[in-house]
Nanobody, 116 residues
Framework: QVILVESGGGLVQTGGSLRLSCAFS????????MAWFRQAPGRERELVAA????????RYVDSVKGRFTISRDNTKDTVLLQMNNLKPEDTAVYYC?????????WGQGTQVTVSS
């Protein structure tokens, strides 16, 4: 089984930074594309950033381009989301996602709150 555990969320002021971490427990981490999603109250869950198995190919939603960076360390089975210049509209629960050929897995989420 694959288990994902997010950490690093919290309360930060506008313009501040946070780094989210997703720990992957299970086999074959490098076979999964990894992604971060977020969901704010009353809004649909949206894809924030994604990275392929190699870490070389990344994608971001337009609203975070230039501010967020997704990365992975296949030697530590970890995916990170560095979030800089945070805005109140970034407030949401952030979820780690592992996307395999056959199955997908989700973490429990970590709350990010950006105050003005």
């Amino acid at each position: 089984q694959v288990i994902l555990v997010e950490s690093g969320g919290g309360l930060v002021q506008t313009g501040g930074s946070l780094r989210l971490s997703c720990a992957f427990s299970g086999p074959a981490f490098s076979s999964y594309a990894m992604a971060w999603f977020r969901q704010a109250p009353g809004r649909e869950r949206e894809l924030v950033a994604a990275v392929d198995w190699s870490g070389r190919n990344v994608r971001y939603v337009d609203s975070v381009k230039g501010r967020f960076t997704i990365s992975r360390d296949n030697t530590k089975d970890t995916v990170l989301l560095q979030m800089n210049n945070l805005k109140p509209e970034d407030t949401a629960v952030y979820y780690c996602n592992a996307d395999g050929i056959v199955r997908k897995f989700w973490g429990q989420g970590t709350q990010v709150t950006v105050s003005s």
